[in-house]
């Protein structure tokens, strides 16, 4: 009887272990299958109740966070600090998502964003728990235009690129994410290079492969490349800012012909974005 | 753990709520720039009321689930976090439970473990680009927030459970004999 029930959960442990081999074989590197745009269309309108009831106290953990944060800075920064416990403490969610939505508004006046691309805004409703993963699922999905691969920004700039998409959702592969590489270039040098991530560390980009005659320095801007050549032409418009050179050492670009990028956008909080949805998707 | 349909129903709902949670509350908040991972805890607070098998299974369910929600790769999470309850439930099997202290140890030691499984699955699914250190730091942290989470998710579970749970009998310590005279 004993015997019996140990080779039964032996088997069922196998059974376990077989099957998750398999599922990973099968659906790796093949985007979202019918399963899983079944399961996110079933939970996304629950996840995004979730997501709205859950936001006033996950303001107040991130407030706490903010603050302690906050605490080592210098004078200069109080006044800053102090909006942002204004922001966070009053719950003021509209104040905070309106100062978003302007932000994207400005980017797409800037001129930022070219003819041809249609902006389609989306709140971020998950985000990935292990730190190996970077990416977030957001509330729009192929209802509202938007497809695998359309670039992804929110009001500071680029955030990530779209690799699945359900019905009412979409999953966002951040620019952080191991899988990430997006070709760009150091205003106003134009060196060119392609960003990686230094994976764990969001605030923390490296510009890989780049031309070590031309010395870039720090505090200079990165943005898209953008190319476009042969037919085939990048899934990112060009001038799309990414974010700004922090360490640029003339040893490491000689030496491993890269330099350090701080991201533009706070990629550990993100809330609202935008798809830019009719570009290539090459 | 006796499996009635009233428990699996119960078990349903909370792999449900608990993959809920974790996406829509315990993934975007940072405390000291960590996110907590409730996940493994949940899963290995279930192995160790339940056993080997509850383990394994919730383990995979709540991987499944994950996976499904976030649109990855079907499979990695599973795997990872099937082990976890699985190896939660072989100490339930193993060992007594006799200090409070042990629930959320074992979680701490367990999230670790469940993290690393993480990484050595997208390392086996290739990572081409730097891996920088703050990736220790997220790993010991979580498991910090592991151990902090880990004993009111215990007792919370077995509250829950506790009409499924199959507890060790009391053993009285037979009488010492009286000495009449002595």
Redesign the interface.
């Known amino acids: 009887m004993y015997r019996k029930q140990v080779r039964r959960r032996r088997a069922v442990l196998a059974l376990l272990i077989i099957g998750s081999f398999v599922l990973l074989t099968i659906t790796y590197g093949s985007g979202s299958n019918g399963l899983q745009r079944g399961v996110s269309t079933i939970f996304s309108p629950v996840q995004s109740v979730a997501d709205g009831a859950l936001k006033p106290a996950r303001d107040l953990v991130n407030w706490f966070d903010q603050t302690f944060d906050a605490r080592g800075r210098n004078s200069r920064l109080q006044d800053e600090l102090r909006a942002a416990r204004q922001e966070a403490v009053g719950a003021d969610a509209a104040l905070a998502e309106n100062a978003q939505l302007r932000k994207l508004v400005q980017l797409n006046r800037g001129g930022a964003i070219p003819s041809g691309y249609e902006p389609v805004t989306g709140r971020v409703i998950a985000r990935s728990p292990t730190v190996w993963f970077s990416d977030v699922t957001i509330d729009a999905g192929s209802g509202d235009g938007v497809e695998v691969n359309d670039p992804v920004v929110n009001g500071d700039g680029l955030v990530g690129t779209v690799t699945a998409v359900t019905g009412g959702s979409a999953q966002v592969t951040l620019i952080a994410d191991s899988s990430s590489a997006v070709s760009a270039k150091v205003v106003p040098l134009g060196v060119q290079g392609v960003i990686r991530p230094n994976v764990g560390d969001p605030g923390d980009l490296i510009l890989d492969f780049i031309d070590s005659t031309k010395h870039i320095n720090k505090g200079q801007a990165v943005v898209t490349a953008g190319w476009r050549g042969q037919g085939i032409e990048s899934r990112f418009p060009p001038n799309l800012p990414i974010g700004e050179v922090t360490t640029a050492s003339i040893r490491e670009q000689e030496a491993q012909q890269q330099v350090h990028v701080r991201p533009f956008a706070d990629l550990r909080d993100l809330d609202l974005v935008q798809v830019l949805t009719g570009g290539s998707r090459e | 753990m006796i499996l009635t349909p009233k428990i699996f129903a119960r078990l349903v709902a909370i792999v449900v709520l608990g993959v809920?949670?974790?996406?829509?509350?315990?993934?975007?908040?940072?405390?000291?720039?960590v996110?907590p991972?409730?996940?493994p805890v949940l899963v290995i607070s279930l192995g160790l009321l339940g056993g080997?098998?509850t383990g394994?299974?919730t383990g995979?369910s709540v991987?499944?689930?994950?996976?499904?929600?976030?649109?990855?790769?079907?499979?990695?999470a599973?795997?990872v976090l099937?082990a976890t309850g699985?190896l939660a439930g072989l100490f339930r099997e193993r060992f007594e439970i006799h200090s409070p202290l042990v629930p959320p140890l074992l979680c701490m030691g367990l999230t670790l473990f469940a993290?690393l499984g993480?990484?050595a699955?997208?390392l086996m699914?290739g990572?081409d680009?730097?891996?920088?250190?703050?990736?220790v730091r997220?790993?010991l942290v979580k498991s910090i927030y592991a151990f902090v989470l880990g004993w009111p998710i215990y007792l919370g579970l077995k509250r829950l459970l506790r009409p499924a749970l199959i507890e060790e009998s009391t053993v009285r310590r037979p009488r010492r004999p009286t000495v009449l005279g002595a």
């Not at chain 2, 809920?20 to 720039?33: E, G, I, K, Y």
């Not at chain 2, 680009?129 to 990736?135: D, E, F, I, K």
């Open positions: 809920l949670l974790q996406l829509s509350f315990f993934s975007q908040v940072a405390v000291f720039h996110s991972d409730l996940l080997t098998m394994a299974v995979f991987g499944f689930l994950l996976d499904c929600l976030l649109i990855e790769p079907l499979g990695g599973s795997l099937l699985y993290e993480f990484g699955v997208e699914l990572v680009t730097a891996v920088s250190g703050l990736v997220d790993l």
